[in-house]
């Protein structure tokens, strides 16, 4: 590999203006730089990122801490932060954190403090007080993504608020019979998803002063697992619900697949709706509301970059709540005359 000292020879520059144009820090002008960025593309010069670190105290690496790698959430907000640091210049490490609290333990007393990057974004995750403190005395800047935490700029959408909007639109459509398929009470994802999102579906009963007491079945968070619930919550004409709010939009589609499997039309005899709009809502004609993940990964990138740059400390934290947007498609209608007040059986499996 050519040295730089051969790409400061033919740009007729020093060997510390060459490294400063190469590496971005420092001033060079724009004249300069490019007669340097010519003559290291004309030899084939690769500036060391290693090297580059060395001199000014960063890695241009941006740790990523994350719970799942394989739900489709999560793989769109790293997208979007993705795309976002490499437009930035900055590479990516990412980090999968385990319920193991001694593998928590290892990534941030050990990869993410000893400068192996410059600051880090943390996705569903509720990072503690002293994990907080310990970054920020390193002066790596911290931005969540799925909840408010004290201390560190933070994004996410209001879950609750989804949720009741969510139902409240099955309501305003005439329904009272509406079941909620959600994620299990006792085995809660941080910031406490599953309980906020029933939060907002009893709220909305509530508001809207349905006489019928709510009906909820923790189910997973997947395709499978709404459609296995569907399977029997919808098997009995007599106890059917009119309509499903579903936690996210995989429990949706599964709900979608069991009713045609079982002969009930969506959304005449069965109105669903979900939270997400899924790459795979608009096939399944399912009205949602759309949180668009990848786009919250590129701001929270976006607010890294700004503490990064302005040198941010506790003083400068952000709360950003996302709006959510109503995609109505073809899975929500009024229920059939008459079937918002059949009988009802009541089922508080695995509540609150």
Not at 117 to 122: L, R
Not at 124 to 142: Q, V, Y
Not at 157 to 169: G, M, P, S, V
Not at 294 to 311: F, I, N, P
């Amino acid at each position: 590999m050519s040295a730089l000292a051969d790409v400061a020879r033919i740009a007729g520059v020093s060997k510390s203006t060459a490294s400063r144009a190469l590496s971005g820090s420092g001033y060079v002008s724009e004249v300069t730089r490019s007669r340097v960025v010519r003559a290291a593309a004309e030899i084939g010069f690769v500036a060391s990122s290693n090297a580059a670190s060395l001199v000014t105290g960063q890695t241009k690496n941006v740790g990523v801490v994350i719970p799942f790698l394989n739900r489709w959430f999560f793989g769109e907000v790293l997208e979007g932060i993705e795309s976002a640091l490499i437009g930035a210049g900055y590479d990516l490490t990412l980090y999968r954190l385990s319920a193991d609290p001694d593998q928590r333990r290892k990534v941030f007393d050990y990869f993410l403090v000893r400068k192996r990057v410059d600051a880090v974004v943390a996705v569903g995750i509720e990072l503690t007080a002293a994990e907080i403190e310990m970054l920020r005395s390193l002066g790596k800047p911290i931005v969540g993504l799925g909840g408010h935490i004290d201390g560190m700029s933070t994004l996410s959408i209001d879950d609750q608020e989804t949720a009741r909007l969510a139902t409240a639109h099955l309501i305003g459509l005439g329904h009272t019979r509406i079941m909620h398929l959600g994620g299990d009470q006792h085995e809660q994802m941080d910031f406490r998803v599953h309980a906020q999102r029933l939060w907002g579906f009893r709220q909305a009963l509530e508001d809207a002063g349905v006489p019928e007491p709510d009906t909820f079945h923790a189910v997973p968070f997947s395709i499978p697992g709404g459609y296995a619930a569907a399977l029997q919550v919808l098997a009995d004409p007599r106890t059917r619900p009119t309509a499903i709010m579903a936690g996210c939009d995989e429990i949706a589609i599964g709900v979608i697949i069991a009713a045609r499997q079982l002969g009930i039309q969506v959304p005449s005899q069965l109105s669903v709706v979900g939270i997400d709009d899924h790459d795979l809502a608009e096939m399944f004609g399912l009205t949602t509301f759309s949180q668009r993940p990848a786009l919250q990964g590129k701001l929270a990138v976006d607010l890294l970059m700004r503490e990064l740059t302005e040198h941010g400390g506790a003083d400068g934290v952000s709360r950003v709540t996302m709006p959510v947007e109503l995609r109505v498609r073809h899975s929500t209608t009024a229920p059939a005359p008459g079937a918002s007040t059949l009988p009802h059986t009541h089922n508080r499996a695995n509540t609150l």
